[in-house]
């Protein structure tokens, strides 16, 4: 089981050092779009970057996990 959470962590880590494009689903089929910065310990809120919404761009924010449907992470295909 520790093996698991070391890599569960990792994960989240590796994500963090990457900061990848990410599309986020919301509920009534709205989507927005920004730069991944981190993610609390619980992924209860994740910190997003130029998040592109229908309202506008926002610089830095944060959004609560209990409103994302769906979380995609655009991954570079040659990570440095």
């Known amino acids: ?6 890599r569960y962590l990792g994960f989240w880590l590796s994500m963090n050092e990457l ?3 990410v599309s986020l689903h919301l509920p009534q089929n709205t989507l927005v779009k920004g730069t991944f910065k981190g993610t609390d310990a619980e992924n209860n809120r994740f910190r997003i970057d130029h998040l ?3 309202m506008g761009v926002y ?8 409103d994302v449907d769906m979380l995609e992470l655009h991954l570079p295909l040659n990570p440095v």
């Open 52 to 54: 592109e919404t229908p």
């Open 19 to 21: 900061a990848p494009k």
């Open 59 to 66: 610089e830095h924010s944060v959004i609560r996990g209990s």
């Open 1 to 6: 089981m520790e093996h698991m959470k070391d």
